[in-house]
């Protein structure tokens, strides 16, 4: 039957549909284009513009016609033009470090009101100057690290890397706010902001040197971007001059130098070579710089959970682990069974194991050799829109709220329809400054620096306000580059050079405590050493440069302008040292008049005439933990035992320069000289990201004598940590040939008299020629994966027990029995057990009675927790007999504090005054 036709619907129905048809896809229309009207000149559209002849859309005027722009690419064609002119007005550089023995290194801080910039050398001491300086990691996204891949260069960059992570994932978790609404779930911000990444630029090797790491740092879901410049840009291309990287802010130019003899084109064949590695089970295999590439990538961003547990069988599971089986019942316990390799035959049975981190996964990174290449890089900013010309806009009749059209690049319609363009009302663009960071470690770089195409490329050279110079000792002298500074007259040339820049005192906080307590005691806390004289003298001055000094700005924008009257001006130690309340002064001189007492020396020497090596010496280089701080550096403690040798225990960041500042530089030689042993507790960062400097100061120190030169150094720990000083010794030359290394690993036997010592697969360690040493003791302590107590023992019976980090342990007060001197950590104080308990810490209570047990004779408590900035709590009237021995005396640790083991009662007597001196801190910092 055929369908009837639809009867139409009435006039007014029709049109009101008709209406609400146009209005659907007005609406689709304008969803996708943006509508502007405006007067049209003939042949004005180009291709991101579309006329549209509706008749919907065609006014009663004629000359009016409607066009529309596609937003998706008008929104790009913005962000380009956004990004060409640059959003920021203002910015400026400020030098942040020049070299000291605070901070070997030298760098600069870019500042963008979105955005901040590091350049130069992320050396160590670089992120505790940034908190002396009150410079905020927060807004730090991107660093440019000069100069080739060495621990000079980038040995502050991984603590860096962490700092940065860690606020930024703080910053995270604030923005993720819980719902208001009761039985809701999901956050206030279901889906938060993607974390940004951190990119960080370097010579070749810089990946490499990250991913040594993988076993020690890990943190989730922020990205780390190493951008190495494996190949150089205007080579491949003269005629290149796009910069190399870009933000919305900068454009930068990379410019690789390369030493005398470097064999770039042989060197990129051969890193370019497939080099198969496999993870721990062999089931992966990458190209070399694809596993290097994914290991930094799983370091910083991987969506690895710890709790996460997967089922394989007991022979299967990769050891040591913590294995899981389960009861009866179906409940998870801890298997304590025997295990593979024992001796005893032990059945396959299933088990539940962690997932390792992927760094664990990668047991050996591919090889790679060190790079003579050094970084260099030219900066600029983006070119900036003219001023805006109201009287100019007024004049053609533009609408007031028209004025921001025509600054973002827009046009608009003049009074009498005139179409107003920005060229119009605008003044002409502004050429965006900048700046080059040169670094030269030694003269062979110098010919590849004069070869540079960019010096005289107009593209890239122009408006280069000033060339920073990061020197090596002895390359300002130069011809060659006196020359080159001589041609370059339109720049200011700033010079960072140990031969230029004095060695003043780079983090004054902690100087002026260091002073003030030298007033109170000055045989246990010498004056730092320092000097503000440069070294480069006035009248011997006939190059045009400028010596850098900490401050000085140079403003980019919105004009050029050196700004030297922001210079930090040196140290006053005079107003230092006439700065302490009388009280204090008082307290000091009272304990003065205890040890000159003759009743109170004679009780002191009957009580320690059996204690072995009383001149034996004990100097906290760091008595911080987890990060550096303004007052404090994180941990590292050096032992010096006259005709034995030196021994450090750890070496937390910056340990060389603690030890530089506080012996000079001939005093610090001496001790390097001396050194026979350094020992790494574990491998949290803030306990060993300074060992690679101290074992390459041991090098050159040792080397430039002749009775030393063919000394060796040991390093005791455990493998892991043992295992990432050969992997960087691929990167660097730092001394890894002239290592004795001593791992430290569980015993087969549990009947021996100590639960751990040294051994080898071929057995046991001799120790003999370590240092003179007698034995070495090691205990497992509850803190993290190989984490080791230690004691040290020397033929006189001197013995140095060292806790490294951990709850108080029975087993290291076994091995530690009747020691001489006992440095325990001390990260809380009394009334914190619960958090001690939940981070793996000790408090000052426990550690003390860690010393009874064991029955020390000298007690020095150290790796205070940062909450306490100035003041460690500790008792001013320590006991003289407490249950440990004949005596117990105790002192609290302070940086840079040195005290002979015959001298700690002495030391003791000034505890009052050295309370009342941070007491006195503390409040004038509250005030």
Avoid at 207 to 236: N, Q, S
Avoid at 343 to 354: C, M, N, T, Y
Avoid at 742 to 765: I, R
Avoid at 836 to 843: G, N, P, R
């Amino acid at each position: 039957m055929p369908t009837p036709p639809r009867a139409k619907a009435p006039p007014h129905v029709q049109a009101q549909a008709q209406a609400q048809a146009a209005a659907r896809s007005q609406r689709r229309l304008e969803s996708t284009f943006d509508v502007q009207a405006t007067t049209i000149p003939p042949g004005l559209f180009g291709r991101h513009t579309t006329h549209i002849n509706a008749k919907s859309y065609v006014a009663a005027s004629s000359d009016i016609r409607y066009f529309l722009v596609d937003k998706s690419r008008a929104a790009q064609a913005a962000k380009d033009k956004a990004t060409a002119l640059g959003k920021s007005m203002v910015s400026w550089s400020t030098i942040l470090a020049t070299p000291t023995a605070d901070t070997p290194g030298a760098c600069l801080y870019l500042h963008h009101d979105n955005r901040r910039y590091l350049f130069g050398n992320i050396s160590e001491g670089t992120q505790r100057l940034m908190v002396q300086r009150k410079v905020s990691l927060t807004k730090t996204e991107e660093i440019f690290v000069t100069g080739p891949v060495t621990w000079h260069n980038v040995g502050g960059l991984l603590g860096m890397v962490l700092s940065i992570a860690e606020g930024i994932s703080s910053t995270l978790k604030g923005q993720l706010q819980p719902t208001s609404k009761p039985g809701k779930s999901q956050t206030k911000n279901s889906t938060p902001s993607k974390p940004p990444s951190v990119g960080v630029h370097g010579a070749e090797n810089l990946a490499h040197m990250i991913a040594t790491a993988r076993r020690f740092v890990f943190r989730k879901g922020i990205p780390i971007r190493p951008r190495e410049a494996r190949a150089d840009p205007r080579a491949i291309n003269p005629e290149n001059h796009a910069p190399d990287w870009q933000d919305e802010n900068i454009k930068v130019w990379y410019v690789p130098l390369y030493a005398e003899g470097e064999q770039r084109s042989t060197r990129k064949r051969d890193r370019d070579t497939t080099t198969e590695a496999s993870d721990g089970d062999g089931e992966r295999t990458l190209a070399g710089k694809e596993l290097v590439d994914s290991v930094v990538n799983h370091m910083f961003d991987s969506d690895w959970q710890f709790d996460a547990l997967f089922e394989t069988t007991l022979h299967q599971a990769q050891l040591p682990a913590t294995l899981f089986v389960k009861d009866a019942q179906g409940h998870l316990k801890q298997y304590d069974g025997p295990l593979p390799g024992s001796g005893a035959h032990v059945k396959d049975i299933p088990v539940l194991v962690r997932k390792p981190w992927p760094g664990a996964t990668v047991a050996n990174l591919p090889r790679t050799t060190p790079v003579r290449q050094s970084m260099c890089y030219i900066v600029k900013n983006h070119p900036r829109r003219g001023k805006f010309n109201p009287q100019a806009a007024q004049k053609y009749g533009v609408a007031k709220q028209d004025y921001k059209v025509l600054t973002s690049g827009g046009s608009v319609q003049g009074a009498d329809g005139t179409l107003v363009t920005p060229d119009m009302v605008v003044a002409a663009t502004v050429e965006g400054n900048g700046f080059a960071m040169v670094d030269i470690p030694d003269p062979t770089y110098i010919s590849s620096l004069l070869a540079r195409p960019e010096w005289t490329t107009q593209e890239i050279f122009k408006n280069i306000l000033t060339i920073n110079w990061l020197l090596g000792p002895g390359v300002l002298d130069d011809p060659r580059l006196q020359d080159f500074m001589a041609k370059h007259t339109s720049v200011r040339h700033t010079v960072f050079s140990s031969d230029t820049c004095p060695n003043h005192l780079a983090l004054e906080s902690p100087a002026v405590i260091q002073i003030k307590l030298h007033r109170l005691d000055p045989d246990r806390f010498p004056i730092p050493r320092y000097s503000n004289v440069s070294p480069y003298q006035e009248e011997s001055r006939t190059l045009p440069i400028e010596i850098a000094r900490p401050g000085a700005t140079v403003s980019l924008a919105p004009q050029a302008v050196f700004k030297d009257d922001n210079i930090v001006p040196f140290l006053d130690t005079t107003e230092a040292l006439n700065t302490l309340d009388d009280e204090i002064i008082k307290l000091a001189d009272a304990a003065r008049a205890k040890i000159a007492d003759k009743d109170f020396l004679s009780r002191i020497e009957q009580a320690e005439k059996d204690i072995p090596s009383r001149d034996a010496e004990v100097i906290p280089l760091g008595t911080g933990s987890a990060v550096p701080s303004k007052y404090r550096n994180v941990s590292s403690t050096l032992v010096r035992v006259p005709g034995h040798g030196s021994y450090i225990f750890d070496a937390g960041e910056n340990t060389l320069g603690s030890l530089k500042r506080l012996y000079g530089p001939e005093g610090a030689q001496e001790v390097l000289r001396d050194l026979k042993l350094v020992w790494i507790s574990h491998l949290h960062a803030d306990h060993h990201l300074g060992t690679a400097s101290v074992i390459r100061g041991w090098r050159d120190a040792t080397a430039a004598s002749e009775a030393h030169k063919d000394a060796r150094l040991s390093v005791a720990s455990h493998w892991q940590m043992l295992s990432w000083l050969r992997e960087y010794a691929d990167v660097e030359d730092y001394g890894f040939d002239r290592l004795r290394l001593l791992e430290v690993k569980k015993e087969a036997s549990s009947k021996t008299a100590h639960p751990l010592v040294f051994s080898t697969a071929a057995g046991h360690q001799d120790v003999s020629d370590t240092g003179g040493l007698a034995r070495i003791d090691a205990a497992h302590v509850d803190h993290c994966f190989g984490a080791y107590a230690v004691a040290l023992t020397w033929p006189s019976g001197l013995k140095v027990a060292y806790s490294g980090d951990c709850r108080p342990s029975d087993d290291f007060v076994r091995i530690g029995r009747g020691a001489t001197l006992l440095i325990h950590e001390s990260t809380f104080d009394d009334g914190l057990e619960g958090e001690a308990k939940a981070k793996k810490h000790s408090t000052m209570g426990e550690a003390l009675d860690v010393a009874r047990r064991m029955g020390a004779r000298r007690v020095l408590l150290t790796h205070f927790s940062q909450r306490y900035p100035k003041i460690p709590i500790f008792d001013a009237e320590p006991p003289e007999r407490d249950g440990g021995g004949d005596d117990m005396a105790v002192l609290i640790a302070f940086d840079l504090m040195r005290v002979k083991l015959g001298e700690f009662r002495q030391a003791a007597a000034f505890l009052p005054a050295l309370q009342g001196l941070l007491n006195e801190e503390e409040k004038k910092k509250d005030d």
